[in-house]
Every structure is written in structure tokens, then in C-alpha cells.
């Protein structure tokens, strides 16, 4: 005799539908986050390469703005005197005998220093950094050569340049100064100059550019680059000549160039 299958009650069923029902809400949430993660991406890489391609189309002419530039020198000059001065003097005897020939020298320097006590220099104002004897010989003929160096040092550059006028004097005396003797006049002051110097170099420079920028239908911009020349020492103009160097006059010429590039804007 055949046994009747069991039959769900309805409570089973109803339990199944719930849970069949549950299931697709749960598949059709989780299909719509995953499409609101997809939209949210693309539109944040919508949103970037818009930036991007602002960014870069904006970053194109700010860049030929900035390529746009105008670059000008400034130059500063001054007059100054000298601040110190070295007076070399070498003189030179020939004899044939050494005793002689070191008499004359002994000559020329007493010579020497009373030229300068006569200009209004201490005794002590010369000092002999040098001495030379040599012996030569000419057609069998020996003769002794004695050289003598003495050099003066002073701020007092009135009263040098005033003895560098009178030398002569010397030559009327019978002294023959060698080649070299001469006086050398320095500016040693040139830090104390320097920095408005610069800064009149500078504002120099920045006239001549905001020339240029009102020429050109611009504005003036801030600083790019800039760079200082060497400050450069020579004799002011009208006192060296051919034959004369810059340390020979007192009355110097200090000169620096500075070169400057702005932005146009």
C-alpha cells in the first residue's frame, strides 16, 4: 500500500516567498549602489579633466605673459679722491770703484730726503726698502753698480700730489730717478660707497624700464633676474692719458653697472 507525501503547510510556504522577496530587494539595492559608484567616478574624472583642461589653457597664456619681459641696465658713478699713497724712487751710481760709486748713491738719497722735508714731510716719511750692488765689467773695464730704493706711504694726498708736481726739482739736484719711480695714489674706501651705489644703479635700471614699458603699452612687473656687475676703479675722466696709468692721479672714478629684467605686464 503506497504512503501519501507530505504536503508544506502554508506557513512554510509564506516564509518561502518572504524570504524570496528579500532576496531580489537585497540584489536590486546592491545592483544600484554599484551603479551610484559608477556614476560618482565618472563624474569626478569628468570633473578633473574639465579642470585640467582649464588649468592648462589658462596656464598657456599666463606663461606668455610671463615670457614677456624687458631687460635694462642701470650704471652709477662717482668721484672720489685717493686715500693713501706709495711713492717708489729708485736711483742708481756707477763707479769704478765701489766706495765711489756708494758715495753718489749716499748723495742722491740725502737729496731725496730733503726734497721731502721741503714739501712738509716728517724725516722718518721715507724709508729704504731696497738695496743693490753689482759688478759688471765693459771693454776689460770693471765698474761697480750700486742701486738704492726708497719708498714714502701717506694719507697726506694733497702734499704728495703736490711733491709729484715738483720732482723735477730732483733732476736739477743731478738725481736721475730709474724707470718705475713713480707715485701710486689708491682708494681703499670702497665698501663704505657700495651699497648706494647699487641702489643707484638699481633705480637707474627700473627708470629706463618703466621708459620702455610706457613705449610699449605696458605695465612694469615685479623683478626676474638680476645681477651686479664688477665695481670698476679708473682715473676720473681727463686725468690719464697715453703713457699714464689710473693710479697715477689722485682723482678716481668709481663706476658700477647693474642689469636688471622685469616682467611686462
Do not use: C
Not at 726708497?150 to 743731478?174: E, N, P, W, Y
Not at 676703479?233 to 697715453?242: N, Y
Amino acid at each position: 500500500m503506497a504512503k501519501n507525501k507530505s504536503q508544506p503547510d502554508e506557513n512554510t510556504i509564506k516564509a518561502a516567498v518572504r524570504a524570496a522577496r528579500l532576496a531580489a530587494k537585497v540584489s536590486v539595492a546592491n545592483r544600484l549602489r554599484r551603479d551610484v559608484a559608477w556614476v560618482v567616478v565618472a563624474v569626478i574624472v569628468a570633473g578633473g579633466v574639465a579642470l585640467g583642461g582649464y588649468l592648462l589653457g589658462d596656464a598657456l597664456p599666463r606663461a606668455k605673459r610671463s615670457d614677456r619681459t624687458v631687460t635694462v641696465r642701470g650704471v652709477a658713478e662717482r668721484d672720489v679722491m685717493a686715500d693713501q699713497a706709495v711713492w717708489t724712487l729708485s736711483f742708481s751710481a756707477n763707479a769704478a770703484n765701489l766706495g765711489a760709486a756708494q758715495a753718489q748713491v749716499d748723495r742722491n738719497a740725502a737729496a731725496i730726503r730733503a726734497f721731502f722735508t721741503s714739501r712738509g714731510f716728517a724725516d722718518d716719511a721715507l724709508q729704504t726698502t731696497g738695496v743693490n750692488v753689482a759688478r759688471e765689467t765693459e771693454n776689460h773695464q770693471v765698474r761697480y753698480v750700486v742701486r738704492q730704493r726708497l719708498t714714502l706711504r701717506s694719507t697726506d694726498i694733497a702734499r704728495v700730489d703736490d711733491a709729484v708736481h715738483h720732482q723735477f726739482d730732483l733732476v736739477r739736484k743731478g738725481v736721475f730717478l730709474e724707470d718705475g719711480s713713480k707715485a701710486t695714489f689708491i682708494y681703499t674706501r670702497l665698501n663704505q660707497i657700495k651699497p648706494a651705489m647699487v641702489a643707484q644703479a638699481t633705480k637707474d635700471a627700473r627708470a629706463a624700464a618703466e621708459q620702455f614699458a610706457r613705449d610699449s603699452g605696458s605695465d612694469l612687473g615685479g623683478i626676474r633676474t638680476a645681477s651686479q656687475g664688477y665695481f670698476e676703479v679708473t682715473a676720473r675722466a681727463g686725468d690719464s692719458s697715453e703713457g699714464w696709468g689710473d693710479a697715477d692721479t689722485p682723482f678716481k672714478k668709481v663706476r658700477v653697472v647693474t642689469t636688471v629684467s622685469y616682467i611686462l605686464k
